[in-house]
């Protein structure tokens, strides 16, 4: 297996990665996107992702997190929220927010649920966790409540954990918030002061299983690249979330994964996806 490190000093932006540091302009590219945030929401935003990073526990709680085989880990759940295309940059919109829960180790899909929600608060990058924390919360506290039996033992969410730029991304507030394990699985890299990533460190990643540990300019592991599927040519970017270390996050996350998204994940993709095309579709007849 082969794992690196990575601690060089580059910027990354968070949606793809390059082999050349990003250029200053690529950041008010992505600062002009979105609809402008008041620096009072981003200061108030700033201090709760303060008080949520002192939370996090970035160790095993669990015993069936004490074997490599998992011995006792019977349900993982996936977390997804989907947008309508035209809305997803919006200051304000509706959405789908998703949670798959499946069977562990045979990824047959024990129990979902699906919202459509209003989402009030606008996206700046950095801060996702403050526009879908909520509804996410939402369904997995109904879960709780309505179907004990079936609550997960460790959430995967579509997001990131502590590979954040301020360590507690949307995974560690959905973990403290619901006390459950949770991990940190994203697409894309985030933009975060101090690191960096090249095509060539990741690609050259060839067997299932590999890694690369990301490193910040203090030399903490904030996560890592990881090839889930030995036909994906890019990895997932694995942190902790909250109540787990990052090698058990890794070990979860490759037993649940037979392509580069983990099943519970691309479960929950695909279902919060359908109903957004059906919203979508019921919007257009009214129109025609």
């Not at 990881?226 to 979860?252: F, Q, R, W």
């Amino acid at each position: 297996m082969k794992i690196k490190c990575l601690n060089e000093t580059h910027r990354y932006s968070n949606k793809y990665y390059s082999d050349k540091t990003m250029a200053d302009d690529s950041e008010q590219k992505i600062s002009t996107r979105y609809p402008p945030v008041s620096p009072e929401l981003i200061e108030k935003w700033d201090l709760l992702q303060n008080e949520i990073r002192k939370k996090i526990i970035h160790s095993n709680t669990e015993e069936w997190q004490l074997a490599e085989e998992l011995h006792g880990l019977r349900r993982v759940a996936g977390v997804d929220v989907s947008y309508p295309s035209k809305d997803h940059d919006s200051y304000e919109c509706d959405a789908f927010a998703a949670v798959v829960i499946c069977e562990f180790p045979t990824m047959k899909i024990i129990h979902k649920e699906v919202q459509q929600v209003h989402l009030p608060v606008p996206y700046a990058p950095g801060y996702l966790a403050f526009r879908e924390s909520e509804p996410v919360t939402t369904l997995l506290n109904k879960i709780m409540k309505d179907h004990p039996n079936k609550v997960p033992d460790v959430l995967l969410v579509d997001g990131n954990g502590m590979l954040h730029p301020h360590k507690s991304g949307l995974a560690c507030h959905v973990g403290i918030h619901t006390n459950i394990p949770t991990i940190g699985v994203a697409k894309n890299l985030h933009l975060v002061d101090g690191i960096g990533v090249t095509k060539q460190m990741v690609q050259g990643m060839s067997a299932r299983g590999d890694y690369v540990l990301i490193r910040d300019k203090s030399n903490e592991v904030l996560g890592m690249a990881l090839k889930t599927a030995k036909d994906a040519i890019n990895p997932m970017y694995v942190s902790i979330g909250h109540k787990i270390s990052l090698e058990t996050a890794k070990n979860v996350v490759l037993k649940c994964s037979k392509y580069k998204i983990p099943e519970p994940i691309r479960f929950a993709d695909n279902i919060s996806r359908e109903f957004v095309r059906k919203m979508e579709e019921k919007s257009q007849s009214k129109k025609t």
